[in-house]
């Protein structure tokens, strides 16, 4: 019993087999294997008449709307698109290098305007330093000729100061000592006297 069970399981499984591989054979006896030969007789024709199946098939699927290449189209637009994008990029770089001459021009001129003024305000020390110089030594010699008027006679004096003029005797006699002052002023003449005096009072 358990024997003939056995047994029968066995055919069971071997039918199976045979029911699946009996499908796969059927599929491969009616439609991979003659649609293969089909293929090859339509490509040995194509061959034969000088027929490029691929231009051919390029062709038809042309024809059909919703095949049709779109891409070639959009490429060529975006192709545009980015040429423009680079060209105006380029002028845009032209101008900011346009811009960037024009500042160093800018800065080339200051700084040879600033070398000018350097050596403009060099000169311009030395000459006040040749004016302190004269002037301290201007000083000095009014102090010498103030010095000498002192050690003269107020009778010798009053003559030579009447001789000057306004300015030179009014800036003497107001740096003279009070003392040799009034003896100078003594011997002058009443309206020469009043004069100087009514000068150095202003």
Known sequence: MAKSKKKKEVEDIEVEEKKSFGFFQILL???????MFTTA???????VADVNVFDQAKEWSAKIPFLEEKAPDEKVEGDLILEERVISLQAEIQEKEAQLFEVQDELTQ??????ALEIEKEKLNEEIEKLKLEQ?????DFKE???????MSAKSAAPVITKMGDAEAV????????????????????????????????
């Open 41 to 47: 007789v339509v490509l040995i024709i194509a061959k």
């Open 145 to 151: 000729i103030v010095t000498t008027y002192e050690q």
């Open 110 to 115: 200051v700084k040879d305007s600033n070398e």
């Open 171 to 202: 800036q003497i006699l107001s740096s003279l000592k009070p003392a040799t002052l009034a003896s100078i002023l003594e011997k002058m003449s009443p309206e020469e006297a009043a004069k100087y005096t009514s000068m150095l009072t202003k």
């Open 136 to 140: 301290s030594e201007s000083k000095r």
């Open 29 to 35: 006896a009616w439609i991979i294997i003659p649609l």
